[in-house]
């Protein structure tokens, strides 16, 4: 039996490209060595406020952009968080073994606090959301970007407690991070992750962006006062439109170099923008003819959820065992 990986992705604004390198890409490059289960986390994302029916719509699109992206729906299982009630009552039961100041300190939940006026209890709660998710499947890998390390050893730390408590219950997930694209940063400001909610025309790159927006996103990116590309002294915003190339072109350290050594930073930018649009491009095109399909997404998500829910009920029935809950004899 293959190892199982699991991961998710919020529908809450535009899905960039900092999402896909660090990511998806990820995720559909190794779906064929693993029992995968890529999830719309749309509980997580309603830990801030949502519109209802941008939400709706929101969800659809994420399915459609994971199955636009080379997400194979007859090797992996794509479904909806909501969908399966497991998550939310597994999540209570971690929530009970989890010591509110081992979420007081993740630095997420500090950074977004401070955006809301009212902080409400799901932001606190999210990590734990999040330990549900991948602990309800067993899952053996759990590919992220960089962002997303500290809330997977928060999912070991609430496993490793669980089972000291109750017994050997969950297996432990490993982290799986892309070797390049881990971390994308903002075009606008290089010194922040690049994020679907951050202000700014000029900050990412979504995937569904015409190509005369990407270039122009590009070509105004911050960079330096510096005439040309120096290896040795890379500023973030340099650093960042050549780790984006890489990420997307698969080139070595040692292509990078003998390519872009000395190039103006016009041209990288050019050159950049020319790497995305023609990576995006096909992507863009299987996601308009997965939309046009009536229906089809749907379907996906609906044969996902009825795939997972025994696995996940599976879990809940054992943790419940295990921590003396009633349970119909
Ligand atoms: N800038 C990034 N570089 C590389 N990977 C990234 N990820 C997010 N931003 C970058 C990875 O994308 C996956 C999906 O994340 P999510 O939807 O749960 O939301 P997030 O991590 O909170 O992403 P955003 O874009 O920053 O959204 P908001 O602004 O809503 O918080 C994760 O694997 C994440 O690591």
């Given amino acids: 039996m293959k ?18 390198l660090g990511a998806l890409k990820n995720w559909v490059r190794i779906q064929s060595d693993y029992e995968a289960i890529f999830c719309i986390v749309d509980m997580h994302a309603v830990t801030v406020y949502q519109n209802p029916d941008e939400l709706r719509a929101k969800i659809r699109e994420l399915a459609a952009l994971y199955l636009a ?9 794509i479904m909806v968080q909501s969908a399966v009630p497991a998550h939310a009552e597994l999540c209570w039961m971690l929530t009970c073994v989890t010591p509110v100041g081992w979420l007081q300190r993740m630095t997420q939940f500090k950074a977004k606090a401070a955006e809301q006026e009212t902080v409400g209890d799901g932001l606190l709660q999210y990590p734990v959301l999040m330990a549900a998710d991948i602990l309800l499947y067993q899952a053996a890998i ?3 970007g ?9 999912t070991r730390d609430i496993a490793q407690r669980f089972n000291s408590l109750y017994g050997e219950t969950f297996v432990m997930p490993e982290t799986s991070l892309p070797s390049v694209g881990a971390r994308i940063m903002g075009l606008d400001d290089p ?12 900050h990412a790159v979504a995937l569904l962006d015409p190509p005369a ?3 122009k996103k590009i070509m105004r990116a911050t960079t330096d006062s510096a005439p040309g590309v120096d290896f040795d002294v890379l500023s973030p915003g340099v650093a960042n439109l050549l780790g984006i190339f890489q990420a997307f072109s698969g080139w070595d350290d040692a292509q ?41 997404v ?11 829910t025994p696995i996940a009920n599976a879990t809940v029935e054992l943790v419940k065992r295990r921590m003396g809950l009633y349970t119909p004899c």
């Fill in 3 to 20: 190892p199982r990986v699991f991961s998710g992705m919020q529908p809450s604004g535009n899905l960039h490209i900092g999402n896909y």
């Fill in 69 to 77: 992206a080379g997400i194979d729906p007859k090797q992996s299982t």
């Fill in 142 to 144: 759990v590919p992220v």
């Fill in 146 to 154: 960089e962002d997303q390390t500290q809330h997977l050893e928060l």
């Fill in 191 to 202: 010194t922040k992750k690049m994020s679907k909610s951050a202000p700014g025309s000029g």
């Fill in 213 to 215: 927006t990407i270039r």
């Fill in 256 to 296: 990078m170099r003998a390519h872009f050594s000395g190039m103006r930073y016009g041209e990288l930018k050019k050159q950049v923008a020319d790497m995305v649009i023609a990576n995006l491009e096909p992507l863009q095109k299987r996601y308009n003819e997965i939309v046009s399909e009536k229906g089809y």
């Fill in 298 to 308: 749907d379907a996906v998500l609906r044969e996902g959820a009825e795939r997972v």
